[in-house]
């Protein structure tokens, strides 16, 4: 617990003003809680007094600015939507190594593989499915882009540049996501033309 008398000195009239629903920058109070949340959970003695100021000063600015949020921002997002956030971009931009793990990046992103598992539960979908969703979408938009030049990746040059450590494995995991196979998809892609009809 914070000591009230620390708050009292820093933030006038906090004792009438807490009451209330809105007295507080909605922006950053999943970001004071999160953060008071860790500092419970670990033995900090030896760093507890700069901790403790830096969650003072957190509060202090929350509850001295609860107006001050831009307009054009949405709903304040709590740290663990963005941390989520950034996972999955961060698999966006990777999908294409077929070493990517929970664990590479939670090294990545300096979080645990416990918390990063956790994330993707509380959003109703693992990791390693949003690593395939993302992964099959991509091969499905290289199988559908049209012939440019006489030149298209093959079947099996798609599956490797997607992640995919075999075609068997990405005709698999394909056909079940999409209900159809890679090579449908190729030969229903009308390709342009290399020379345009001349208009009779």
């Known amino acids: 617990m914070m000591p009230c008398d620390i708050l009292r000195a820093r933030v006038r009239g906090i004792d009438d003003c807490t009451?209330?629903?809105d007295f507080a920058n909605p922006l950053l109070v999943p970001v004071v809680r999160t953060l008071a949340a860790q500092f419970l959970k670990f033995d900090i003695r030896e760093t507890s007094e700069v901790l403790e100021r830096t969650l003072i000063d957190?509060?202090?600015?929350?509850v001295e600015t609860p107006h001050a949020v831009p307009m054009d921002l949405?709903?304040?997002k709590s740290l663990a939507t963005i941390t989520h956030e950034r996972i999955v971009?961060?698999?966006s931009d990777n999908f294409a190594d077929p070493e990517l793990s929970p664990k590479t990046v939670a090294s990545v992103?300096?979080?645990?593989t416990r918390y990063l598992h956790k994330l993707f539960h509380a959003h109703g979908i693992s990791f390693e499915q949003t690593l395939m969703k993302i992964r099959l979408a991509e091969a499905h938009r290289l199988l559908a882009s049209p012939v440019v030049a006489g030149k298209k990746p093959s079947i099996c040059e798609i599956a490797f540049a997607c992640g995919f450590s075999s075609q068997a494995h990405f005709s698999t995991r394909f056909r079940n996501h999409f209900g159809?196979?890679?090579?449908?998809v190729v030969s229903n892609t009308r390709c342009p033309p290399i020379f345009p009809k001349l208009s009779e």
């Open 19 to 21: 009451g209330r629903t």
């Open 58 to 62: 957190l509060v202090a600015l929350m």
């Open 74 to 76: 949405p709903l304040h």
């Open 89 to 91: 971009d961060f698999i």
């Open 109 to 112: 992103l300096k979080i645990s």
């Open 180 to 184: 159809t196979t890679p090579r449908s």
